[in-house]
């Protein structure tokens, strides 16, 4: 037949049976359990208070700082001496309109340049390409600006130009070395759209435009 396990109430009276028929327990004998519940106890009580202990430990233990993250810093990259004398003749073939507004190189030199110009930092890409913009004020009203990405190889590989002229249009060129593609683009005043066209390879302004990228890669860029 089954068995079932006894409930606590059955449990209590089997205990009690079982010390009617063995009698009273002799005094020695009732004694002996006494230090071994004694050191059971004390043994319970330090095991409660461990883990307070460590926690308590584990508070006031010193955490370290974070690393501190070093400012961006980006050096020179000297000019190449075989391009002055090419980026020159581009820039004198440029049509007067578009030499107007494309040649800032006097503005641009690191030292000598115009006052308030500043280097910025864009960190590097994934495939290692190193990016970074000279931006600032021309006769301190009018904005300029000229973003340079060279490759890992040390080559160049895009050049972005956009400047604010006086009468609040704005003007730009892209280039690209992804097929060897130059863009010029316009914003009329007050107009968020820009209107554009492709430049023929054979025109100047590509020269140009990779000359003014050159030119921001000679620029110290650190972050402040």
């Excluded at 000297?78 to 507004?101: H, I, K, M, N, T």
């Excluded at 115009?114 to 000279?134: E, H, W």
Aim: net charge positive; glycine share 8%.
């Amino acid at each position: 037949m089954p068995t079932s396990t006894p409930s606590g109430a059955h449990l209590a009276d089997a205990r009690k049976a079982i010390g009617q028929v063995q009698g009273p327990v002799p005094r020695r004998l009732a004694r002996r359990p006494v230090i071994p519940t004694l050191v059971a106890l004390v043994l319970v009580s330090l095991l409660n208070l461990l883990p307070a202990q460590l926690a308590s430990a584990q508070r006031t233990r010193p955490v370290p700082d974070a690393p501190e993250r070093r400012p961006l810093i980006l050096p020179p990259i000297p000019f190449p001496s075989d391009s002055g004398r090419g980026d020159q003749l581009a820039f004198e073939s440029l049509p007067d309109a578009v030499r107007e507004v494309l040649d800032v190189r006097r503005d641009l030199q690191p030292q000598g340049g115009a006052k308030g110009f500043t280097c910025i930092p864009l960190s590097f890409t994934s495939d290692g390409s190193r990016r970074q913009r000279v931006q600032g004020r021309l006769q301190g009203y009018y904005g300029l600006v000229v973003f340079a990405r060279v490759a890992r190889d040390g080559t160049l590989a895009r050049v972005e130009f956009v400047r604010r002229l006086a009468d609040g249009s704005q003007r730009g060129y892209t280039w690209d070395a992804a097929g060897d593609a130059t863009t010029a683009m316009e914003w009329p005043p007050g107009s968020t759209e820009a209107e554009s066209h492709p430049v023929p390879r054979g025109s100047p302004i590509p020269r140009a435009v990779r000359g003014l990228g050159r030119l921001v890669l000679t620029w110290r860029c650190a972050e402040t």
